[in-house]
C-alpha cells in the first residue's frame, strides 16, 4: 500500500487542529505516517534540545537511537544542514547510524516551527532499499510544514 497523500494531509490537519505543543503534533504525525504505508518500518521525531544534539521523541516502530548529534548520521545531516535527506542505501552514507541494522533506505526532513526556528527532524525507515521518492519528501515537507506552522 502506498500513500494516498491528499488523504493523509486532510486527516492529519483534521486531528492536529488547534493544537500547539510540539510534542503532541509529533506523537500524531508519527502515527499517522506510520501507518499510512507499508514501505515506512520506523516513522518518527528527533527533537532538538541542546545545540547539535538531537534526542528521540515520539515514534512509531522499533527501538530508535536515543541521542544522535547533528555531526552524525543521515538524522544529524538533515538537522545540520537543514535539508531533506533522502538516502537509498543507508549502507553508503558517510556515518551513517544503524539504530535498527534491517533499515535499508531513510528519508528525513528538517522540522521547522512558524519562527522559522530548527526544531527537530521527522525520520521515515525502511526495510527496502531505495523506498522512497522525491514526491514522497515533497509531500511529507508540505504536510510538517502545514502541521508545525502552528508552534
Known sequence: MMVDYPTLAKTVAALVDGEDDAVALMATV?????????????????????PEVLKIGPYQGGHGCLVIPFSRGVCGAAARLEQTQLVADVDAFPGHIACASSTRSELVLPVWNKAG??????????????????EDADQMAKILKDVFDQV
Open 117 to 134: 526556528q530548527l526544531i527537530a527532524v521527522f525520520d521515515i525507515d525502511s526495510d527496502t532499499p531505495d523506498a522512497f521518492t522525491a
Open 30 to 50: 508519527a502515527c499517522e505516517v506510520h501507518h499510512a504505508d507499508d514501505r515506512f518500518n520506523w516513522t518518527g521525531f528527533y527533537r532538538v534540545v541542546a
